[in-house]
């Protein structure tokens, strides 16, 4: 099993910054990929960024040039760093892991609330 921690959601105003982390422990032999999903009420949850072990990048179109994900592979930890925040941002954000031990797995976190003011 894998245990995701996320942190660092909350309320700002639009055009602020916010940072989200996640950090994953338990049965890890590699990670092959982290990332960012979003989802809003009524909505299906999608992409926000992603982030491959050979650190190549990719972005939902939305949030290009506003948003930067990043991994500590020593720490297991993803980032994203969201900066210049509109309120279409508002969602709850799920950290998202596939891990290889025995096999490829992929876990989800527990959500973190993002919500943005105008």
């Known amino acids: 099993q894998v245990q995701l921690v996320e942190s660092g959601g909350g309320l700002v105003q639009a055009g602020g910054s916010l940072r989200l982390s996640c950090a994953a422990s338990g049965s890890i032999f590699s990670i092959n990929a982290m990332g960012w999903y979003r989802q809003v009420p009524g909505k299906q949850r999608e992409l926000v960024a992603r982030?491959?072990?050979?650190?190549?990048?990719s972005y939902a179109d939305s949030v290009k040039g506003r948003f930067t994900i990043s991994r500590d592979n020593a720490k297991n930890t993803v980032y994203l760093q969201m900066n210049s925040l509109e309120p279409e941002d508002t969602a709850v954000y799920y950290c998202?892991?596939?891990?290889?031990?025995?096999?490829?797995?992929?876990?989800w976190g527990q959500g973190t609330q993002v919500t943005v003011s105008s």
């Open positions: 998202n892991v596939e891990v290889y031990y025995f096999g490829t797995h992929t876990y």
């Open positions: 982030i491959r072990s050979g650190s190549n990048t």
